[in-house]
């Protein structure tokens, strides 16, 4: 299986290469030893953290946050005792921590929480903007207790998820300032902490629009949602936090998929006009911020020359990384349900 791993994260290490440009891994995660196979995962790790470390990758690993609780075996920090706060590294946390950032990259990890009580890919959902859940009951920004305990293990870098509909619930229109003062405290608290931090939309390339009692799913470059509304999003957003020293990048969006074709576009054709739409939105204010652009279909390692035939972003600022993500389960979904005897007689069957 090693052999599938490595083969796989060195599509999107070569083609980085072949056109010079930087890459970042958005999200890369194992399971921790609740399956009794951590060191067999970990050897892997070792593995793959070698490879990414050769070639310069940015790397936020999946995940912490302290609504994981103790239950989800992805997470290479957990909250274990009280009060709130991440507390305690997993299985995991070893390699992460034999791999830190230097001054080529940063390496950290992504603290989930604002993105919970949303859905990824579902046509239509109970959320929308117009209901884009509560506050402490639905989702979640951490505490300073866990960007504290991550800074002391040596973590430099978090990637903060949030969703589109609760900061800006009307396409167009103005940043909900409720929503806004939330993700600014969170920045704070991890830049209190020595953190940089990665603000991440976690949206799938969709919006949900209210229609009714329900959100539909409305996928950028749609009437509903266009590329010019995608970059309005993301000039307010770099001006609010333009001035903000522990943002050092933005990431323009999770995970991108489902788009429509449009005017004779394919749907990865509309996904990197709409990403140009956004990184010409922030430079025009004058931020010069990196920007993570995400590479089409889930944003893959494994399949990235397919979904993504040449770079396609033109910065005037030169501060773009293409961000792929990295799961090793066969299905590349990060559920592992299967284990890894599983993965090893899966890529034993497609001939690695």
């Known amino acids: 299986m090693e052999r599938r791993v490595l083969t796989e994260l060195s599509v999107f ?3 980085l290469h072949r056109y010079g440009v930087q890459g970042d891994i958005g999200e890369v995660g194992w399971p921790d030893g609740s399956s009794g196979d951590a060191p067999r995962w970990n050897a892997l790790a070792e593995r793959w953290f070698e490879r990414a470390d050769a070639a310069g990758l940015w790397v936020t690993v999946w995940a912490a946050g302290e609504w994981w609780g103790t239950g989800y075996p992805l997470a290479a920090y957990e909250d274990r005792t009280p009060p709130p706060g991440v507390d305690t590294p997993d299985t995991q946390a070893a390699v992460i921590e034999r791999h830190p950032s230097t001054s080529r990259y940063l390496r950290g990890i992504n603290v989930a929480g604002g993105e919970f009580g949303a859905p990824a890919t579902d046509a239509t959902s109970a959320f929308s903007n117009a209901d884009p859940g509560v506050y402490g009951r639905d989702y979640h920004y951490d505490g300073e207790a ?20 609760r900061l800006q619930p009307a396409v167009g229109g103005p940043l909900e300032q409720a929503e806004l003062s939330r993700l600014v405290s969170v920045v704070r608290r991890a830049e ?4 940089e931090v990665v603000l991440d939309m976690h949206n799938f390339g969709a919006y949900y629009l209210a229609q009714g009692s ?10 509903g949602c266009s590329d010019a509304d995608f970059g309005d999003a993301w000039r307010r957003i770099s001006a609010a936090f333009g001035e903000d020293p522990g943002v050092v990048g933005y990431g323009l969006m999770n995970e991108p998929v489902g788009l429509s074709p449009q005017g004779g576009l394919s749907p990865q054709q509309v996904w990197d006009r709409a990403s140009q739409a956004a990184v010409d939105a922030i ?6 911020r990196v920007i993570l652009v995400s590479g089409y279909e889930w944003s893959g390692a494994q399949e990235w020359d397919r979904w993504n035939p040449r770079p396609w972003i033109h910065d005037p600022a030169g501060r773009i990384r293409y961000e792929a993500h990295h799961y090793w389960d066969p299905d590349h979904s990060g559920t592992y349900a299967q284990g890894y005897d599983a993965a090893v007689a899966d890529a034993a069957a497609r001939g690695f």
Do not use: K, M, Y
Request: positive net charge; glycine residues 14%.
């Open 146 to 165: 866990t960007f504290d305990f991550l800074a002391s293990r040596g973590i430099r870098l978090v990637r903060i998820p949030f969703r589109w509909e």
């Open 283 to 288: 430079r025009a204010g004058g931020d010069r």
């Open 192 to 195: 209190h902490a020595g953190l």
């Open 214 to 223: 329900r959100g539909v799913r409305t996928p950028i470059g749609s009437a």
């Open 13 to 15: 290490t070569a083609w």
